[in-house]
Structure formats: C-alpha cells, structure tokens
Nanobody, 115 residues
Framework: QVQLVESGGALVQAGGSLRLSCAASGSILRLNTMGWYRQAPGKQRELLATITSGGTTNYAESVKGRFTISRDNAKNTVYLQMNSLKPEDTAAYYC?????????WGQGTQVTVSS
C-alpha cells in the first residue's frame, strides 16, 4: 500500500505564489506517475498536471505557464509550484500516484486566493 500526504496550502493574495508538496511512503514501484488535482466547492475534480518517474510532464491548458510540477525520486516527493495565483485557483488540492499495482490519493490541502 501507498500513503500520500500533501502540505503547503495556505491563504494568499492574488498574484502571489505557493509551493505544494506531496510525500509518498509505502510500497512504491519504481515506475509510476504522480499528479496534482484540485476540486472547488460545487465543481468536479480537475486534473492539473502529471509527471512520470522518468520526468515527463503534462499540464492542463488552464495552468500551463503558471504552474510547474516536479519530483524528487530520492525523497518520493512531488511538488507543484504555483505562480501568479488567481481567486479562481481557490480549491482543495490533491496529489495522486498511479502504478501497475494501484492508484492512491492524498488527503488534500486547501489553497485560498483572496482578491
């Protein structure tokens, strides 16, 4: 089994930046994909970005150019650098790990952007 713990969510002003972290532990296969999702009240969960264990990234068009996903395989940790934050970015942010033996979710961390 795999456990994921997100951290770094906060209340920030529009135009500010945050870096979210997600640390994975447990039975982690070497080949895997980690990603970040968000869900605002009354809306569906939205895929933001993914990164493979080899470093290949993909982004949703809505965050491309503002958000950057990265990972440290030695620490089993994935990051999401968020710049130029907007009130529309307010949501609970979740990380995910997918491998050949399972799919796992973190508990979420709240990001609130004020105007």
């Amino acid at each position: 089994q795999v456990q994921l713990v997100e951290s770094g969510g906060a209340l920030v002003q529009a135009g500010g930046s945050l870096r979210l972290s997600c640390a994975a532990s447990g039975s982690i296969l070497r080949l895997n994909t980690m990603g970040w999702y968000r869900q605002a009240p009354g809306k569906q969960r939205e895929l933001l970005a993914t990164i493979t264990s080899g470093g290949t990234t993909n982004y949703a068009e809505s965050v491309k150019g503002r958000f950057t996903i990265s990972r440290d395989n030695a620490k089993n940790t994935v990051y999401l650098q968020m710049n130029s934050l907007k009130p529309e970015d307010t949501a609970a942010y979740y990380c995910n790990l997918a491998s050949a033996i399972g799919r796992y979710w973190g508990q979420g961390t709240q990001v609130t952007v004020s105007s």
